[in-house]
């Protein structure tokens, strides 16, 4: 017995790893011709672990201040050993792992995984991808930069206009009447210690509810199976699909530093409260669709605010796209096509949305 | 019955805030042709004037508009205009219940302009203040729709001095607003919206309008350019040069100058007096020519640190170098009034040295991105070799299985 296996033996004596793995084990995977799409989550995972990594290693030097955080980024990029280069891989991780969520959202939203059993798993899904968003715009105003600044009042301003709470809202997150060092503080903290440990959390929940239920199969593979008990393809999670996504893990580290090597993340230069804000300020790409459907309603919708109703639509959206396994179920057999229609439409307004905020001068 | 009472209010208000001398005007035709109260758009019916404070007479009664006793003048001949502004506006007790920091000075200092001094030579031509101002709906200077407004003074004044009949008269050049539209001065003004640069009345003045004399042009301009005039009080030109900044810049006519205007080169200032055989004329040149390296230097720094930008480097400190060397070079141009090579030297010698590390800051960030790019061949070959390891294991793994 080799020294490895001594370890692994002591170990199991104490904690009966081995028992406690085995639902792992005998864990499997359809395969199917939709089967790539099964990548998306873990690849999501990865993208989530990169940014632990790199971000524990940019709080080594980042200083949460308004005088001092831009500095403290030039310092990462300019002096401290691979600091550009955990820097860059952090901003784009961060993208691309939004991205990934967002497809991987879509991919089980079209195939209708959310079906019973698996509500609670779509719900704690979509529930991750809001804090995703809200890593995305905490983070953006870590570095004091001009455009992060601008874009953090421009949203926040946004929520001020909820009603009756929204200016509650818009002085918290704000720490004040306007966004200042106090909000950059509070962002910071958002960032690194209450939306980890919601994520984290909330991670946990999700990849225990996807092993609890196993891997859904879509709808017309599985009449398919039905009706041809011999098409049906599994293969074991450990190792086989394992070893799989570990691939793409690693393909996407590659894509990763291929982008932060050839292009870096820019910094642009530190905010200054007192200038006015320069020409053209967008959000970034995740909060363009949002963004460019606000400013394209009229001041007046019957006879209410237009950008009120906007937002108000988007609460309204965000909770229906949360409650969508209840509402297939309230729409019945019958109108099923419609739900999918409905989640083609949100995907292509989505993108189309972006788009069209990302040409708009 | 009460809802009535309160509509009728502001109409009986209206009735009695009615003013006689527009009903009475508004019927006449011509000059005396009046439809609205244009004092009530001004900055004097803002204050609660109207007609009467200047014209007297009493603007509630119709019948006893122009009455004996109510002080009616009528019109108000050009030469009783400044006296009768100056009535209110030379009396400080009056002017500072409307505004303590209003200046009260200016009939005295009209008193002592070109304009005064003719006008009270019994000279019917010269402005008087209603010419500037405005007659009824006279506007604050601060109003952009006032022709004293600092945009507008040029056009103000362009009235009467662009008009060479008028102007043949006094024996006065017509041609001062055509140069200065072609001005850096104008430029900075106009289309910058630059309020704070000149106008006429930034070097003529404005009540006390005067021509500044050859001795004092040089005192003017230094109001705003300090340094280049106490560079050249130094220099040895301040004795041969009388008019001073004018000599070489001119004065209506003040164009941008640029590292040509000093040197031997068709053009320059220098050239009209020295040539290369005499060792000023050399040391003008030598001046051109530094200026002209730090200003290549600057360019050939700028434009590497524009290539490290795109590629995505950061380069930061570099820029603040180039920064100081920029300013370095603005420091060595004013210094050019001492003409003295010797001290335009020395100020680029200190943008030199920070061009060259701009410069090799560039430098260093470009060849940086080409290391990075090219070690990435390492990272980017050990995960390759990593993915087609794994991807070899699972087609053994999965054939060992099947078998």
């Known amino acids: 017995m080799n020294a490895a296996s001594r370890v692994q033996t002591w170990i199991d004596e104490r904690l009966n790893l081995d028992e406690a793995l085995s639902p792992l084990r005998e864990k499997t995977v359809p395969v199917h011709r939709y089967s790539s799409w099964y990548f998306l989550g873990g690849l999501t995972l990865f993208l989530f672990l990169v940014q632990l990594f790199t971000g524990v290693l940019l709080l080594l030097y980042y200083h949460a201040s308004a005088g001092e955080a831009f500095e403290s980024v030039q310092n990462i990029t300019n002096r401290v050993q691979f600091g550009w280069l955990i820097r860059s891989l952090h901003s784009w991780s961060a993208n691309l792992m939004v991205f990934c969520a967002f497809a991987h959202m879509f991919s089980v939203a079209l195939a209708r995984a959310y079906r019973k059993p698996r509500e609670l798993t779509w719900i704690s899904g979509v529930i991750l991808l809001f804090l995703v968003l809200g890593f995305g715009f905490s983070g953006y ?77 879509p709808v017309s593979v599985e009449k398919e199976w039905d009706e041809n008990p011999e098409r049906r393809k599994e293969m074991r999670f450990f190792p086989n699909f394992f070893l799989r996504e570990l691939i793409g893990w690693y393909i996407a580290l590659a894509v990763l530093v291929v982008l932060a090597v050839f292009f870096p993340w820019e910094l642009g230069t530190k905010a200054d409260p007192f200038s006015p804000a320069p020409p ?73 949305m972006s788009v069209v905020g990302y040409v708009a001068r | 019955m009460l809802a009535c009472l309160v509509l009728l209010v502001p109409c009986v208000l209206a009735e009695s805030a009615k003013n006689a001398c527009v009903d009475c005007h508004a019927k006449l035709e011509g000059r005396l042709k009046i439809v609205v109260d244009e004092t009530a758009a ?89 010419d500037c101002h405005g007659v009824h709906d006279v506007l604050p200077a601060s109003d952009t729709r006032s022709p004293v407004h600092p945009l507008n003074v040029a056009n103000t004044c362009q009235r009467c001095h662009s008009d060479s009949e008028l102007m043949k008269t006094y024996k006065l050049a017509s041609a001062q607003f055509k140069d200065y539209s072609e001005s850096v001065h104008h430029e900075a003004m106009a289309a910058r919206g630059d309020l704070s640069a000149p106008t006429c009345s930034t070097c003529h003045g404005s009540h006390g309008a005067i021509p500044p004399g050859a001795g004092s042009v ?123 090579l010797a001290r335009v030297d020395a100020e680029l010698d200190a943008g030199i040295t920070v061009a060259a590390k701009a410069r090799s800051s560039a430098e260093e960030a470009l060849h940086e991105r080409t290391r990075r790019r090219k070690e990435l061949i390492v990272p980017l070959t050990a995960l390759l070799a990593v993915v087609v390891s794994l991807g070899a294991y699972i087609r053994e793994l999965e054939r060992n299985g099947r078998e």
């Open chain 1, 141 to 217: 105003l870590l570095p004091w930069n001009t455009r992060a600044y601008f874009a953090t009042k421009v949203g926040t301003e946004v929520a001020g206009q909820v009603p009756v709470v929204g200016r509650a809202i818009m002085i918290f997150m704000r720490g004040g009447e306007d966004v200042s060092g106090a909000t950059l503080t509070r962002f910071f903290g958002l960032h690194v210690a209450v939306l980890p440990a919601l994520a984290i959390g909330m991670l946990i929940s999700h990849l225990l509810l996807v092993q609890k239920f196993g891997t859904s199969v």
């Open chain 1, 280 to 352: 053209g300020i967008k959000p970034e790409w995740y909060f363009l669709a949002q963004f460019q459907t606000l400013k394209l309603l009229p001041a007046h919708i019957l006879h209410l605010d237009g950008e009120l109703l906007g937002i108000l639509g988007f609460g309204l959206g965000g909770a229906l796209w949360l409650g969508l396994p209840f509402i297939e179920v309230f729409a019945g057999a019958r109108r099923v096509r419609w739900v999918k229609i409905g989640i083609l439409f949100v995907l292509i307004y989505l993108a189309g």
């Open chain 2, 42 to 130: 001004g900055v004097h019916g803002h204050k609660g004037m109207s007609c009467t404070t200047c014209h007297g007479g009493n603007a509630e009664d119709e019948a006893r508009a122009k009455a004996p006793g109510s002080g009616f003048r009528g019109h108000i001949a050009r030469s009783q205009v400044t006296e009768l502004c100056g009535s209110c506006h030379a009396d400080g007790s009056r002017m500072k219940t409307f505004n303590p920091s209003l200046r009260t000075d200016q009939l005295s200092l009209y008193h002592t302009s070109v304009h005064g001094m003719k006008r009270a030579q019994g000279d019917e031509h010269v402005a008087v203040c209603t």
């Open chain 2, 218 to 340: 040089a005192n003017v301009c230094a109001t705003c350019h300090v340094l280049q005039a106490q560079f050249f009080n130094e220099s040895v030109h301040k004795e041969a040069f009388p008019e001073g900044c004018a000599t070489c810049h001119g004065s209506h006519k003040i164009k941008h100058p640029d590292d040509d205007f000093v040197g031997l080169a068709k053009g320059a200032a220098c050239a009209e007096c020295h040539s290369a055989d005499d060792e000023s004329g050399r040391t003008a040149q030598a001046i051109h020519d530094h200026l002209r390296r730090l200003e290549g230097q600057v360019a050939d720094a700028a434009q590497l640190l524009d290539r490290a930008t795109r590629a995505g480097m950061d380069v930061a400190d570099a820029e603040l170098q180039l920064a100081q060397a920029k300013e370095s070079l603005t420091k060595a141009r004013v210094r050019v009034h001492t003409a003295s």
